[in-house]
């Protein structure tokens, strides 16, 4: 996770989006999307105590709070890819998600919304 992420500009984000609401995206389409809200969460929610998880896309660390050097964090916060683009585009609510979610503050929804 020594990788930063970086988002996408909102042109080719809503670009991604068109795809994705049409069901026409691809596997690139999902990665880029996942990495574009890990990106815009880690902005919104700096920090190291919860890593999110978005399988096999990536995951992320952030949410201040204890810090942790070795192993596993306090808090983690597991999906698939459709899952968190549509709680993160706001087209899910948190309470209504299939996460798994484990640890001190692991609810997101304080910072959904993303986009």
Same mark, same amino acid.
């Given at each position: 996770? +020594?990788?930063? &992420? ?7 984000? +809503?670009? *991604?989006?068109? $795809?994705?609401?049409?069901?026409? =995206? ?6 880029? =999307?996942?990495?574009? &809200?890990?990106? *815009?969460?880690?902005?919104? =929610? ?6 999110? $998880?978005?399988?096999?896309?990536? +995951? ?5 709070? +204890?810090?942790?050097? !070795? ?12 899952? %968190?683009?549509? &709680?993160?585009?706001?087209? &899910?609510? %948190? ?9 001190? !503050? ?5 910072? *959904?919304?993303?986009?």
């Amino acid at each position: 996770m +020594a990788r930063r &992420l970086t988002p996408l500009t909102a042109a080719e984000f +809503a670009a *991604l989006c068109e $795809r994705i609401d049409a069901g026409t =995206a691809d596997r690139s389409d999902l990665k880029a =999307a996942t990495k574009h &809200l890990l990106a *815009l969460l880690v902005q919104r =929610a700096p920090g190291t105590s919860v890593e999110v $998880r978005v399988p096999p896309f990536a +995951a992320v660390q952030c949410i201040a709070g +204890a810090r942790h050097t !070795r192993g596993t964090p306090p808090a983690v916060v597991e999906m698939d890819a459709g899952t %968190w683009i549509a &709680l993160a585009r706001g087209q &899910l609510e %948190w309470s209504e998600a299939q996460v798994r979610a484990s640890g001190e !503050r692991s609810d997101l929804s304080p910072y *959904l919304p993303l986009a």
